[in-house]
């Protein structure tokens, strides 16, 4: 049982150039989450997804598209990296009904220069 | 919008009880406390979660207010390996499903 899966686990971008994190969950989770991690600070949560075909922002949209691409999936997409967005990305998700806790992935590292 | 509030850092010596306080004043009637930690380097991590009674885990036990606008974490014996950012999150209105984590509170733990 895998849980919650990223992809990629590092990665290193040019400022501008684009990328699309990768979520994928085999736990039949309604909601889906995306938060960021910056050195020293806490999590912030930058979109949700209730339920397959709707996403929400969170505290920090700016700079991030998400894209529900079934139940399984949420991704995460940068159109133009910044070194502001250097972080570490988490994905979560977890059963709505119950007010259920979160299963976290394992993080991505991504670094803009 | 439901919100929470935890002391910035905490000490415990090692094999000592540690008890994490978190205020959550404006909470809803349907919604849970969650509890998750962040050790060092790692992601965070599910500890506990309640909603009227205590709680009880192999990690932790959840002591709730009975009006619920507090709960506290209880550690019972600190390892050195409990050293790590504990946050309490609940969700920010009982018609969405936003999480909001917060700063937490950084436990160290003296050997």
């Known amino acids: 049982n895998a849980g919650v899966t990223q992809t990629p686990k590092f990665q290193v971008l040019k400022t501008g150039q684009s990328m699309t994190l990768q979520c994928a969950q085999d736990?039949?989770?309604?909601?889906m989450y995306w938060y960021r991690q910056d050195p020293g600070m806490g999590l912030r949560l930058i979109y949700y997804?209730?339920?397959?075909?709707?996403?929400d922002k969170g505290e920090v949209p700016n700079g991030y598209n998400v894209s529900r691409l079934n139940k399984r999936e949420f991704s995460l997409r940068l159109e133009s990296a910044a070194p502001s967005q250097t972080s570490v990305y988490f994905c979560a998700s977890r059963e709505t009904i119950g007010d259920s806790p979160l299963h976290f992935g394992n993080g991505t590292r991504l670094t803009v220069t | 919008d439901a919100k929470t509030t935890q002391p910035n850092s905490m000490e415990s010596n090692e094999e000592e009880p540690v008890h994490l306080p978190c205020n959550h004043s404006?909470?809803?009637?349907?919604?849970?406390i969650h509890w998750y930690r962040q050790l060092p380097s790692q992601g965070p991590e599910y500890v506990i979660h309640?909603?009227?009674s205590n709680v009880n885990n192999r990690m932790a036990s959840l002591a709730i207010a009975e009006d619920r606008k507090s709960s506290t974490l209880i550690l019972h014996r600190a390892t050195l390996r409990d050293a790590a950012v504990y946050y309490c999150i609940l969700r920010e209105a009982s018609n969405t499903d936003k999480l909001i984590f917060g700063t937490g509170t950084r436990l160290q733990v003296f050997p």
């Open positions: 309640g909603l009227t």
């Open positions: 997804s209730a339920s397959e075909g709707t996403t």
């Open positions: 404006t909470i809803s009637g349907t919604d849970y």
């Open positions: 736990m039949n989770h309604n909601s």
